[in-house]
Nanobody
């Protein structure tokens, strides 16, 4: 199965912005839930944001709500993560994946993903 391909990571100062992109061409884009996950050094992986590509419903980890926005371009089979007001705690490897559990916001640490991308590193410094 073709894995998603992430891009857009980098280094930014606190308060800055980045936009991550994920091209997911390995399965029918419009009938899935796509999500962003992240894993910081020494921490468990957690869900960040998810979107049902068919209806467009979105879900967020409470720690990023109001700062991050997930969106999609169906024609490009691409999911984006606009990250604003970045904090030191946002430093992590960010992964794109298909979300195969319901992405309840109050339990973002329990989201289940499959077909993972290789990840893109986001580093926030003061």
């Amino acid at each position: 199965q073709v894995r998603p391909v992430e891009s857009g990571g980098g280094s930014v100062q606190t308060g800055g912005s980045l936009r991550l992109s994920c091209v997911a061409s390995g399965y029918p884009f419009s009938s899935n839930c796509m999500g962003w996950f992240r894993q910081a050094p020494g921490k468990e992986r957690e869900g960040v944001a998810a979107i049902y590509t068919g209806g467009g419903s979105t879900y967020y980890n409470p720690s990023v709500k109001g700062r991050f926005t997930i969106s999609q371009d169906k024609a490009k089979s691409t999911v984006y993560l606009q990250m604003n007001s970045l904090k030191l705690d946002d430093t992590a490897m960010y992964y794109c994946a298909r979300v195969v559990s319901h992405p309840a916001e109050e339990s973002s640490h329990l989201w289940v993903g499959d077909n993972w991308g290789q990840g893109t590193l986001v580093t926030v410094s003061s």
